[in-house]
């Protein structure tokens, strides 16, 4: 029989299990979280960038170019923290180029990094992101192959490919924000997923450009897959950068499918004492009915301010209550699907709950009038357009693309008008319809627009009637339509056309697209269509 005191021997002499722990050397820190999967991460101690990536056996990281904030911070001050069952690494950039701080947080036997920034002020590059380098995995989910550029032939600048006879580029990975959840980069048989996940509506609270606002998710180049999560940029930039805590965003490894961004629980960042961060103590909600949108659209509220913004689609019923806010007074906005319907001021107090309803103002969903003819719906998407179909994942020059140039298309069939108009590629598009009177009355014609590019605005002739020349749009300083965007300030132009202009029988509208600047074929000034109704 064993004695007790050997028995005390054994057990001295037998290490116990372990849960995350750090290991350091002079150059990193190596977090092991102690996941069943063997999931491991290491980090410089002298620039915060993330070195190795092993998860199930493999290492992921790509050994020559790191995974980082932007393109590296170049230098931080690195260290870390325990609290409970989290490590804390918290990197501090204060340099020419960056003055941020940014949190990777790791939590006992999990396969995700925990992560969020908060920025003094905009990096000097003129975007935020953190981009993920990664070998082995070369699919994309949910978008497939739109972003993989490996092998192509630049067709556009640098980051538009031509790639076995299809255009591809990183633009066409994106997703709007209120939908873009999850995205990731897998192994061919589907057996690991590298995934960002936006957890709950503090993630983009900071970024800027609203709930429909998008940017790059997804490219693999060849060499690796860049998984990458976006703040802010410029990529058709709608609103100043709000700097502050960004996050937190959830960058997870998986062997059981696509994860869900609900089941990230991220309450504990509450207790962290992070710079910058705003827990549940600070904020409050908004509650309402909206009132006065298309019940055959979803119906979007919006609550911003120049520190903060966030969404919610609206039930069925209309009814809605807001994500947690921050405490302060906000714009809150209601949309038609992306239509700006209205807006309204709010005030959130912490600890309370607000209620403010919101109904549709916008003339175009509220004036009483007869309509001639309305091509598209006022949703402020081309969708139902031609190539609207197409356009988030394909450069317009694709061969995939219909004819940009359908000739005269009648005003029944939205599909055959195209849902971009180019100056110097299908300028003068004619709608014809016809009138079993004359129109004794005068009419408007109202165009509506998702999207103007170099300062493209339309301008259109009804019959022999021409419509004076709108003042160009607000500037965007970016490309648009090439790179699959298609939304942007939403610019709508009215044109009152004179009694007696709308004859009995055939009748044309013929839209042309003006600018005083120029561009070659769809780099040409353009706008993209949300709608074309003619009514009095």
């Known amino acids: 029989m064993l004695s ?8 001295a002499c037998i290490a116990p299990v372990l849960g995350i722990s750090v290991s350091e050397t002079d150059s990193s820190y190596t977090v092991d979280t102690a996941s069943s999967y063997g999931f491991t991460a290491t ?3 002298s620039s915060c960038d993330i070195t190795s990536l092993y998860f199930h056996g493999a290492e992921y990281q790509y050994g020559s170019t790191f995974s980082h904030i932007a393109s590296g911070l170049g230098s931080a001050t690195v260290s870390y923290t325990t609290s409970g069952d989290y490590v804390v690494v918290k990197c501090v950039a204060d340099n020419d180029n960056f003055d941020l701080t940014h949190y990777t947080v790791f939590a006992d036997a999990s396969s995700s990094i925990y992560m969020g920034t908060y920025t003094v002020s905009e990096p000097a590059v003129g975007e935020l992101r953190y981009i993920f380098r990664l070998t082995g995995l070369t699919e994309a989910y949910p978008n497939g192959n739109v972003s993989y550029t490996a092998g ?60 429909f606002f998008r940017d790059i998710d997804l490219n693999y180049g060849g060499d690796y897959h860049s998984v990458t999560y976006y703040m802010n940029s410029n990529h058709v930039q709608t609103e100043s ?19 869900k961004a609900s089941d990230y629980d991220v309450s504990f960042f509450d207790d962290l004492d992070l710079t910058g961060y705003t827990g549940a103590s600070g904020r409050g909600y908004v509650t309402g009915t909206a009132s006065g949108v298309s019940t055959d659209f979803p119906t979007v509220v919006h609550w911003y301010n120049d520190d903060y913004q966030a969404w919610v689609y609206t039930e069925s019923s209309r ?46 969903l509220t004036d009483s009038h007869t309509t001639i003819f309305k091509l598209g719906d006022y949703d402020g998407q081309p969708t139902g357009f031609l190539n609207a179909d197409k356009q988030l994942r394909m450069h317009p020059s694709d061969s995939r693309m219909s004819d940009w140039n359908p000739g ?21 598009q004619v709608i014809s319809f016809s009138l079993d009177s004359a129109i004794g009355s005068d009419a408007t014609l109202r165009i509506a627009t998702t999207l103007s590019y170099a ?16 003042s160009a749009p607000t500037a965007i300083d970016s490309r648009g339509v090439t790179r699959g965007a298609y939304r942007g300030r939403g610019d709508v132009y009215d044109c009152t056309i004179p009694s007696g202009t709308l004859v009995s029988g055939d009748n044309t509208v013929t839209i042309n697209v003006i600018s005083g600047s120029s561009g070659s074929d769809y780099l040409s000034p353009n706008v993209v269509l949300d709608a074309v109704e003619l009514f009095y």
């Open 408 to 428: 005269t298309v009648a005003s029944t069939d939205a599909s055959a008008l195209p849902m971009a108009i180019f100056k110097d590629a299908n300028n003068g």
């Open 43 to 45: 980090i410089s101690r």
């Open 319 to 364: 009814k809605f209550t807001s994500p947690a806010l921050v405490a302060g007074t906000y714009t809150m906005a209601l949309y038609q699907d992306e239509f700006l319907a209205a807006t309204a001021t709010v005030d959130v107090m912490a600890g309370s709950t607000a209620t403010a309803n919101i109904a549709a103002t916008a003339a175009a």
């Open 241 to 259: 950068y709000r700097q502050g805590f960004h996050g937190p965003y959830v960058f997870s490894f998986t062997r059981s499918g696509i994860p």
């Open 152 to 211: 192509g032939t630049a067709i556009e600048g640098s980051d538009v490919f031509l790639v076995d006879g299809e255009t591809r580029s990183k633009f066409y990975s994106s997703e709007r924000f209120i939908d873009d959840d999850v995205y990731c980069a897998t192994t061919t048989d589907a057996s690991v997923h590298a995934c960002f996940i936006r957890p709950n509506s503090q993630t983009t609270e900071k970024s800027s450009g609203g709930p």
């Open 4 to 11: 007790l005191k050997f028995l005390a021997a054994l057990s």
């Open 455 to 470: 300062g493209g605005r339309p301008q259109a002739s009804v019959n022999s009637y021409s419509c004076s020349a709108p």
